[in-house]
């Protein structure tokens, strides 16, 4: 059985920082592309980082030079460290992997940039 487990989000002031981060079990973590995506209520998700199996990383424009997706294939868990936060960061972020055609997300964990 697959699980993403997100944990890290909260409440930061603009320009702050967040790391989230995301334990998955039931993959071969090392052989899956992982992703983080954001959703704001009553809206579509949008892709805000990749890490592809092969060392390669792929950002939103929105958020490139200011956040930064990592993994410990060890610890199975993918990161997503955010640095200066802005308010238009606000969102609900998801841990996403895809095992064969079916698609498997974690709970999702809030974030909120605000004064």
């Known amino acids: 059985q697959v699980q993403l487990v997100e944990s890290g989000g909260g409440l930061v002031q603009p320009g702050g920082s967040l790391r989230l981060s995301c334990v998955a079990s039931?993959?071969?973590?090392?052989?899956?592309?992982m992703d983080w995506y954001r959703q704001a209520p009553g809206k579509e998700l949008v892709l805000v980082a990749r890490?592809?199996?092969?060392?390669?990383?792929n950002y939103a424009d929105s958020v490139k030079g200011r956040f930064g997706i990592s993994r410990d294939n060890a610890k199975n868990t993918v990161y997503l460290q955010m640095n200066s936060l802005k308010p238009e960061d606000t969102d609900n972020y998801y841990c996403?992997?895809?095992?064969?055609?079916?698609?498997?997300w974690g709970q999702g964990t809030q974030v909120t940039v605000s004064s």
């Open positions: 996403h992997t895809r095992l064969f055609v079916t698609d498997f």
């Open positions: 039931g993959i071969t973590f090392s052989r899956n592309v």
């Open positions: 890490s592809t199996t092969g060392g390669n990383t």
